[in-house]
């Protein structure tokens, strides 16, 4: 990777298991990218289990960490990656880092992974919504909300890969070139046992100087059984690191992303099999460093699919 790739990745951490920047920090130093990590949130353990104890960083002082870096000069980033927030103003102030950054470097890449909820139920104020839509997104160059997520971004019902592109031309209208929805499952239209992954990138036609919208969808399965907390981080690191290599290729970047993290996840529920009677989230983990040679090095195994 390029020396002068370096991102600030604002994200929740736990003490134990791997979700927000615990699993970003770890995917992209293993692709060989330098990553500053300011925790939004500090917790024992993710909130799927029964209890967690911890503390939530106020808007303030995530300002102050920033002004710290600013300080010694040490804010010269190429990407910036946010996951969760849980609160309006610690939201609004990552924006402004967001602006801050990019006022200084018109070419910093700001990656954005608008974690609001799944299954179709949010998991952080509703308020949250309106501010992604109407404040952070149009500052984004690239977002990867999963289907939850852009259907309440959208207000748009994603029950088929035609709905689903209706909501990423809505969510282009916003100003975001590079969309990626990273979960879809549609009952009675695809096999049960698939998950679907499709993405759009916006360019422009070499021959017609016009813009053009390359989109694309990966089916990815067989799905394993359970949840498994911190794959939507996972991937969204997976995709920032793979877009510095291929700036120009979503659909490719997509490929390497998907490939890497199903093989992580395989990793994860091989472990788990092997628990007798096994109950509760935390044998869902993941198991990071078990697998983490296929961060490194994973083949791809899903291929990309051009949609007209």
């Known amino acids: 990777m390029d020396e002068d790739t370096r991102v600030l990745s604002i994200q929740s951490w736990v003490a134990h298991g791997y979700v927000g920047n615990k699993c970003a920090v770890f995917a992209l130093q293993h692709l060989g990218i330098e990553v500053d990590p300011i925790n939004s949130v500090n917790l ?10 911890g503390e939530s960083l106020p808007a303030d002082k995530l300002w102050d960490m920033f002004q710290g870096l600013e300080t010694n000069h040490l804010s ?13 103003e610690t939201l609004r102030t990552v ?3 967001v602006q801050t950054l990019k006022s200084r470097n018109p070419n910093l890449i700001y990656v954005c992974d608008p974690v ?31 289907q939850t997520e852009a259907e309440f971004l959208t207000g748009i019902k994603i ?3 035609q709905d689903a592109l209706l909501a990423i031309d809505k969510l282009h209208e916003l100003g975001v070139k590079n969309i990626v929805i990273t979960s879809l499952v549609f009952n009675n239209v695809q096999d049960e046992n698939d998950i679907l992954v499709i993405g759009s990138s ?10 053009k919208k390359n989109r694309f969808k990966i089916k990815v399965g ?12 996972l991937f969204s690191s997976l995709l920032l690191a793979w877009s510095v290599k291929e700036p120009k290729d979503l659909s490719l970047v997509c490929e390497k992303a998907v490939s890497t993290l199903y093989n992580v996840i395989k990793v994860t529920h091989e472990a788990k099999q092997k628990i007798l009677n096994p109950k509760g989230i935390e044998y869902h983990e993941l198991r990071l460093v078990q697998a983490r040679k296929y961060i490194e090095h994973s083949d791809i195994i899903f291929k990309a699919e051009l949609i007209n």
């Not at 024992?44 to 104890?53: C, L, P």
């Not at 299954?119 to 109407?134: C, G, S, T």
């Not at 067989?222 to 981080?233: Q, R």
């Open 44 to 53: 024992s353990n993710n909130t799927a289990y029964s209890s967690w104890r």
């Open 76 to 88: 010269n980033y190429s990407h910036v990656l946010t996951g969760y927030n849980n609160n309006a």
């Open 95 to 97: 924006l402004k880092i």
């Open 116 to 146: 609001l909820g799944d299954n179709r139920a949010l998991y952080v104020p509703e308020n949250l919504v309106d501010i992604y839509k109407n404040e952070v997104i149009p500052n984004a160059d690239y977002i990867f909300p999963n």
């Open 159 to 161: 029950n088929s890969v």
């Open 202 to 211: 916006v360019g422009v036609d070499v021959d017609s100087g016009k813009e």
């Open 222 to 233: 067989p799905k394993f059984e359970g949840y498994y907390t911190g794959t939507g981080d």
